[in-house]
């Protein structure tokens, strides 16, 4: 699809989708969203581009095959558990602690936001490793 309004309007727009992903990336440790609906949002936003650009502008963007991201996703997801074998629970039990950061309200983090990271890069991953064979079979 060669539109000029659609090229203009996917490098305004997909800056902001991405960084709308990380937001629910992040929202999802307190409040609905997370990894699966943050790396959806990300897919969207490669996805326009692949649109309004073409699939090998895409994959310049994303810097990693779609597959090899996925796979981090799965060890990031997979290794946010074993910190709590380091105590004696059960995997993936999730562990807490609070950051005091001067200036600001403390932080609490655990490692489920670990897990998010992992579903967010494997959703991303696995959505874009479909879309950019869709899209290269089409063309």
């Not at 996917?10 to 992040?26: A, D, E, M, W």
């Not at 991201?69 to 004696?88: C, D, F, I, K, R």
């Not at 494997?122 to 869709?134: D, H, K, Q």
């Amino acid at each position: 699809m060669s539109s000029l309004i659609l090229r203009t309007a996917t490098r305004y727009l997909v800056p902001l989708l991405l960084l709308f992903s990380i937001y629910l990336l992040l929202a999802g440790h307190n409040y609905p969203g997370g990894g699966f609906v943050g790396g959806l949002a990300a897919a969207a936003g490669l996805s326009l581009y692949a649109l309004a650009f073409d699939v090998a502008s895409a994959k310049r963007m994303l810097k990693i095959s779609p597959t090899g991201l996925a796979g981090l996703g799965l060890l990031v997801s997979s290794a946010s558990g074993l910190p709590a074998l380091t105590e004696s629970r059960p995997y993936l039990t999730g562990l807490w602690t609070v950051l005091h950061a001067p200036g600001f309200e403390p932080l609490k983090v655990g490692t489920p936001i670990l897990f998010d990271l992992g579903v967010y890069l494997v959703v991303l991953g696995v959505t874009m490793s479909i879309i950019f064979a869709l899209a290269e079979e089409e063309g």
